[in-house]
C-alpha cells in the first residue's frame, strides 16, 4: 500500500499528541462510571486460607497468564512510544501477564516506525496482541496489511478495535463504517490468528458482540465507559469549534463496564471476555472478573507509570496483583476458578 507521506505524518502527530493530552489534561468522563461501584464483596473474615497459596493465574485464548491481567492497547509510532512500549513488554514479560499495542496503522504508512511496536524481544514468552481500527478495511486495508502487522509483533491474536465516536469528532476521521461486519467476517476466516473484538472506550453491548461472535471474532474487549473519554481526547485536538463542542458533548457518551460484562456474559456465556474501561485498581479487576470477564484490561494507570519508569511500571503491576489476591483471600477462595463461581459479589443498589 503506497501512502501519501502527509497522511502517514498526520498519524504519527496524532500518536503523539494522544500521549500528551492523556498524561497532562483531565480526559476522564465525568458523569458516566464505570458501573463497579453498584456491587459488593461478601467478607469473609475467616478464609481458612494460607495467603501465600492462593493462585490467580488462569488462560487467555489457550495461552497461560500468571495473572489475569492485560497491559491493554495504548500507543506506538514516536518514540516516545517505543519507551513506553518497552517498559510495558519487559513487564508484561517479567510477571507473565497480556499485553496489547495501540494502533498499527501508522506502522503501515510509515515502516520505518514498525520498531516502535516490535516488542516480542521483551516479550518472548507473553500473549502479545497486534492492533488495527476495523475502519481502516473500508479504506483499502485488507489481508496484507492485516498479516503484516501479526508479523511485526510476532502477534498472538490480532484486536480490531472499534471507535466511531472517537472517529466523528477527530480531524479527518474515518467515518465510513458501511459493511464492516461482513469485511471482519471474510477476515476472521483467513487470518491465522485470532480475532478479538475491541471497543475504545464506549462499551459493547450484547447484541453487537453476537453479532461480532457470529463473524468469527474469538473474543471481546468491552472497553466501557467510565475511564478515559477518546471524545474529550479529539476535543482537546480540536482544529475547529465543531469538534471541540462534539467532544465534549459526547463525553460521557456509552456502556458502563460493569452493564458490558452482564449482558454479554449473560447471551455468550462461553466467548472470552476481556473487561476494560475505568479500571483503577485490583479491586476493580476483582469485581470484573466476578461479573464475568476472564481478564481485566488497564490502560491509563500503565501509560502514566511507564512514561515514570520501569520501577513504576513494576510497582503498578505487583500492587494490582496484590490487591486481586486479597480479593481473594478475603472472599474465601484459593483460585480464580473458584473464585468466578463463589458468588461472592453482590449487587448494592
Known amino acids: 500500500m503506497n501512502v501519501p507521506n502527509n497522511i502517514s505524518a ?41 495467603r ?29 512510544a517505543g519507551m513506553i512500549n518497552q517498559r510495558l513488554a519487559e513487564a508484561a ?48 486495508y485488507g489481508l496484507d496489511e492485516c498479516l503484516r ?11 480490531l478495535h472499534l471507535n466511531p465516536l472517537q472517529e466523528c469528532i477527530q480531524p479527518r476521521g474515518d467515518v465510513n463504517f458501511r459493511g464492516l461486519l461482513d469485511k471482519i467476517a471474510v477476515l476472521c476466516s483467513k487470518l491465522p490468528v485470532p480475532v478479538i473484538a475491541k471497543e475504545v472506550g464506549n462499551g459493547i453491548s450484547a447484541v453487537m458482540a453476537q453479532k461480532l461472535i457470529a463473524a468469527g471474532v474469538r473474543a471481546i474487549d ?20 465543531l469538534q471541540r463542542r462534539l467532544g465534549r458533548t459526547f463525553t460521557d ?18 466467548v472470552p471476555l476481556i473487561a476494560s474501561g475505568g479500571l483503577r485498581h485490583g479491586l476493580d479487576a476483582a469485581m470484573a472478573i466476578a461479573l464475568g470477564a476472564d481478564i481485566a484490561g488497564f490502560a491509563m494507570p500503565f501509560l502514566q507509570a ?8 513494576s510497582e503498578l503491576t505487583e500492587v494490582l496483583i496484590a490487591e486481586i ?8 477462595n484459593a483460585t480464580l476458578s473458584q473464585f468466578k463461581h463463589s458468588g461472592s459479589l453482590q449487587r448494592i443498589q
Open 10 to 50: 498526520q498519524t504519527q502527530t496524532r500518536k503523539a499528541d494522544h500521549i500528551r493530552i492523556c498524561l497532562e489534561e483531565d480526559v476522564r468522563f465525568h458523569q458516566t462510571t464505570n458501573g463497579l461501584e453498584h456491587y459488593r464483596f461478601t467478607h469473609c473474615c475467616l478464609p481458612e486460607l494460607d
Open 52 to 80: 501465600n497459596d492462593i493462585d490467580i493465574s488462569t488462560t487467555f485464548l489457550g495461552k497461560h497468564l500468571n495473572a489475569p491481567l492485560l497491559i491493554s492497547s495504548m500507543t506506538g509510532g514516536t518514540a516516545q
Open 93 to 140: 514479560q517479567h510477571y507473565k501477564i497480556a499485553m496489547g499495542v495501540g494502533s498499527q496503522r501508522v506502522a503501515v504508512e510509515k515502516p520505518q516506525v514498525a520498531d516502535t511496536f516490535a516488542i516480542r524481544k521483551y516479550a518472548p514468552d507473553v500473549l502479545l496482541f497486534a492492533n488495527l481500527g476495523a475502519v481502516q478495511l473500508n479504506y483499502k
Open 149 to 159: 502487522i501479526i508479523d511485526i509483533l510476532e502477534a498472538d491474536a490480532l484486536i
Open 222 to 241: 468491552v472497553a466501557g465507559a467510565g475511564g478515559t473519554s477518546w471524545a474529550k481526547v479529539e476535543s482537546e485536538r480540536a482544529e475547529n469549534f
Open 253 to 270: 457518551w456509552g456502556l458502563p463496564t460493569a452493564e458490558c460484562i452482564t449482558s454479554i456474559r449473560s447471551l455468550a456465556p462461553d
Open 306 to 313: 511507564a512514561a515514570v519508569s520501569e520501577t513504576a511500571v
Open 325 to 332: 489476591t486479597t480479593v481473594l483471600f478475603c472472599t474465601g
